[in-house]
């Protein structure tokens, strides 16, 4: 096609790399949303199998200086600890919300039998007037908690920042514990008849099961990639047949024009 050949035009060539840039960040793109798919189903599976495994005590799958693989490996598994809360190192993880809620999680040092210690994840709670985390007293006396191991390092936002201090401790075990229920339960926690006012504290609800939009993402990108594909080639033969009616209307009217000037 020799009328084609102005589509080698710089700007013609600027655009071809363009639109070929744009389909292959799709492309990837499309790509990126199927592995975080699979990664969300590995750990849903994972979470699955580690809450089929038996209830057991806390300091009897980690210990204080326990490596983030040790941690890894006891992820999810559902442990109890007991003993006193140390309500006055309690440590508020910001910028967490909940229910559309802004807020933070109150995680407070519980003593164990061992003389080590575990930071539990009490729950969420609102923020006060001026931007603070609300005060939600821990349980007195002898306490028991049942939860799932949390790895700090999996944690997002300034959680990792946030609790590091805590967690560097003498006698701190490795990973965290989610709360799931309380004996005695939470003073202002919704088992206590709580969950209403500004100070009231709510259990942070365990990773859901679920697949999330990353499929449906993925084919998305691949709809528009197609779409580039498929598309950009029809636009610029349409570009190339209008060039050519151009040219062709331009060739008709030469001879009339020559014609006018001899008569």
Do not use: C
């Amino acid at each position: 096609m020799a009328n084609a050949r102005f589509l080698l035009r710089p700007r013609w060539l600027l655009s071809h790399a363009l639109v070929a840039l744009l389909v292959v960040t799709m492309i990837n793109l499309g790509f990126w949303q199927l592995r975080r798919l699979d990664e969300k189903r590995d750990r849903n599976a994972l979470i699955e199998a580690r809450q089929d495994e038996p209830v057991v005590a806390v300091e009897d799958l980690l210990a204080p200086e326990a490596t983030a693989r040790e941690v890894g490996a006891a992820r999810y598994r559902r442990v109890t600890a007991s003993g006193g809360y140390d309500d006055a190192a309690t440590v508020a993880v910001r910028n967490r919300t909940q229910d559309g809620a802004a807020g933070a999680w109150l995680v407070t040092p519980l003593d164990l039998g061992s003389g080590d210690r575990v930071a539990v994840i009490r729950g969420f709670v609102g923020l006060t007037a001026d931007g603070s985390a609300a005060d939600a007293p821990a349980p007195e006396g002898e306490v028991t908690v049942t939860g799932q191991v949390v790895a700090p390092d999996r944690l997002d936002g300034t959680a990792p920042d946030d609790l590091a201090p805590l967690l560097a401790e003498d006698g701190v075990l490795g990973g965290l514990v989610l709360a799931e229920s309380s004996d005695p339960p939470e003073p202002n926690g919704a088992e206590a008849g709580g969950g209403g006012g500004a100070d009231s504290i709510l259990a942070v609800p365990p990773p859901e099961l679920s697949e999330g939009p990353h499929l449906s993402y993925a084919v998305q990108w691949f709809i528009f990639t197609t779409i580039a594909i498929v598309g950009y080639p029809l636009v610029l033969r349409r570009v190339v047949q209008r060039r050519g009616k151009e040219v062709d209307d331009d060739a008709d009217r030469e001879p009339d024009e020559l014609a006018h000037q001899g008569g």
